[in-house]
């Protein structure tokens, strides 16, 4: 059971990086990006393209990764994030998920349909591991995926604390015409939220790849493990991404300790228990006071 902890804490650091973006595009934006899990995937073949066919080592296939990606953010939320939100919520919704079949269905005839990893071009690291007493066993890519997402998140939160442009990103979340309205430009801080999202999105696909197979249609179940990570932790919360992601990741490894069959319905059961607490929180804080939301409830 130990062993399962720790093993789920550390699963925990990709979940967050996974999340971080949904979160930030959500609390920036204000609106959920169904393509999210697609992009993650889209940025782990795109580095895998530059370690096959470039020849490239695969830190400097990541490298070239991120800015492409964040240039391809950009470029979504320009021509197709900013004109849907026009309409209304449900449009964005839409759009995305035609985008995530496009995806989808583009890295299929692109890349085919095998399975294909970053596992074999990463060397040891893929596999080898620190044993610890107690019969404790840490994977060095586990730990190293957990020290980014720590060095990413606490990079995001400063600057977003500190820079001029994460300053204007805080206040476009919490009032763009506000904002606007002493000189911020909400549609280019918008631009950027996004190029970060997808940069974020994409450096948790290649460190998918790394320590899993992907396929082309991999993306949903990944972007159904950013939601509930972002919900456990904390709408527009860095570091509650990362509480997330770590309450997820351990649930779904104390699941698979019991049963492998009970790896994603521990996950699931974990997100659907906040969320029912979280109801039940909001609907008392509603009708003042925990009597009144029993008789609300059994109305």
């Given at each position: 059971m130990l062993d399962a902890i720790v093993q789920g804490i550390l699963l925990g650091g990709y979940y967050a990086i996974l999340a971080a973006g949904l979160s930030l595009m959500f609390g920036v934006v204000r609106f959920i990006n169904l393509a999210h899990g697609d992009l993650a995937v889209l940025g782990a073949y795109l580095a895998l393209f530059c370690v096959e066919r470039l020849g490239l080592q695969v830190w400097l296939s990541v490298a070239a990764t991120l800015p492409i990606m964040a240039a391809l953010g950009w470029f979504l939320q320009a021509a197709i994030f900013a004109r849907t939100l026009r309409a209304g919520i449900l449009l964005p919704l839409l759009a995305t998920f035609g985008l995530g079949a496009l995806l989808q269905n583009g890295m299929f005839g692109l890349f085919g349909s095998d399975t294909k990893s970053l596992g074999n071009h990463i060397g040891s690291?893929?596999?080898?591991?620190?044993?610890?007493?107690?019969?404790?066993?840490?994977?060095?890519?586990?730990?190293?995926?957990?020290v980014v997402a720590v060095l990413v998140l606490g990079a995001l939160h400063q600057f977003l604390a500190r820079t001029k442009v994460g300053r204007a990103i805080r206040a476009t979340s919490i009032d763009a015409e506000a904002a606007e309205l002493v000189g911020v430009e909400a549609a280019r801080i918008h631009r950027v939220a996004a190029a970060v999202a997808v940069a974020l999105?994409?450096?948790a696909g290649v460190f998918l790849a790394m320590r899993a197979l992907i396929t082309p249609y991999a993306g949903p179940a990944q972007l159904i493990f950013a939601?509930?990570?972002?919900?456990?932790g904390g709408i527009g919360s860095l570091w509650g991404t990362l509480v997330g992601g770590i309450v997820l990741g351990v649930a779904q490894s104390l699941g698979a300790w019991l049963s492998p069959q009970f790896f994603q319905l521990a996950g699931h059961l974990i997100f659907l228990a906040v969320l029912g607490v979280r109801l039940w929180r909001t609907h008392v804080a509603e009708h003042g006071g925990w009597r009144s939301a029993v008789l609300g409830a059994r109305t």
């Open positions: 690291l893929s596999w080898s591991s620190w044993q610890l007493p107690l019969d404790v066993s840490i994977g060095k890519l586990p730990t190293f995926t957990f999105a994409a450096l939601f509930e990570s972002v919900v456990i």
